[in-house]
Antibody, heavy 115, light 113 residues
Framework: QVQLQQWGTGLLKPSETLSLTCAVSGGTFTDSHWSWIRQPPGKGLEWVGETDHRGDTNYNPSLERRLTVSVDTSKNQFSLKLTSVTAADAAVYFC?????????WGQGTLVTVSS | DIVMTQSPDSLAVSLGDRATINCKSSQSILYMSNNKNYLAWYQKKPGQPPRLLIYSASIRESGVPDRFSGSGSGADFTLTISRLQAEDVAVYYCQQYYIVPRTFGQGTKVEIK
């Protein structure tokens, strides 16, 4: 059974860098794409970006300038870094396995941005 | 980007009745080479991650009750909950995985009447 466990900084000040990591257990890490998705308070779901096991990435154009998604295949982990955060980046961030659709998800991390 | 538009934004249905949610994509998400629609449906409850219900527009994910069904092709899709149960109260999202960026509908909130 595939499981995703995520962690990272939950409280940030404006202009700081958001860092999250997602560890994958079960399944085959090299067979899938690995994504980050976020949900701002009271709003819908927004795809952030993805990587595969080789480090090939795709990003949401609205975040591309500030976003890095990376992978560590030796640990079956992938990470997100989002620089220069503002209040608009406050959200619950989820990691997810992408097999076309997103079939397994992490538990979510609440990220708050406040001065 | 492909824009996904759901209707209605919310609906209230009596227990045991049918709930129907529509999803329209701004372009076809039918992949001609394999005749698959790259459309998924998710259920989102507060404090939980989204749950995949349907993929390829009509294939039910393992473990999903058979009262959930998906239909449609090309650019018009429907999620039907045939006999609404109390535990089905949630927000439902459609999502296309035809191209990057992946995009979601705005969500449809389902409540009990």
């Amino acid at each position: 059974q595939v499981q995703l466990q995520q962690w990272g900084t939950g409280l940030l000040k404006p202009s700081e860098t958001l860092s999250l990591t997602c560890a994958v257990s079960g399944g085959t890490f090299t067979d899938s794409h690995w994504s980050w998705i976020r949900q701002p308070p009271g709003k819908g779901l927004e795809w952030v970006g993805e990587t595969d096991h080789r480090g090939d990435t795709n990003y949401n154009p609205s975040l591309e300038r500030r976003l890095t998604v990376s992978v560590d295949t030796s640990k079956n982990q992938f990470s997100l870094k989002l620089t220069s955060v503002t209040a608009a980046d406050a959200a619950v961030y989820f990691c997810a396995r992408e097999m076309g659709s997103f079939d397994h998800w992490g538990q979510g991390t609440l990220v708050t941005v406040s001065s | 980007d492909i824009v996904m538009t759901q209707s209605p934004d919310s609906l209230a249905v009596s227990l045991g009745d049918r709930a129907t949610i529509n999803c329209k994509s701004s372009q076809s998400i039918l992949y001609m080479s394999n005749n698959k629609n790259y459309l998924a449906w998710y259920q989102k409850k507060p404090g939980q991650p989204p749950r995949l219900l349907i993929y390829s527009a009509s294939i039910r994910e393992s473990g999903v009750p058979d009262r959930f069904s998906g239909s449609g092709s090309g650019a018009d899709f429907t999620l039907t909950i045939s006999r609404l149960q109390a535990e089905d109260v949630a927000v439902y999202y459609c999502q296309q995985y035809y191209i990057v960026p992946r995009t979601f509908g705005q969500g449809t909130k389902v409540e009990i009447k």
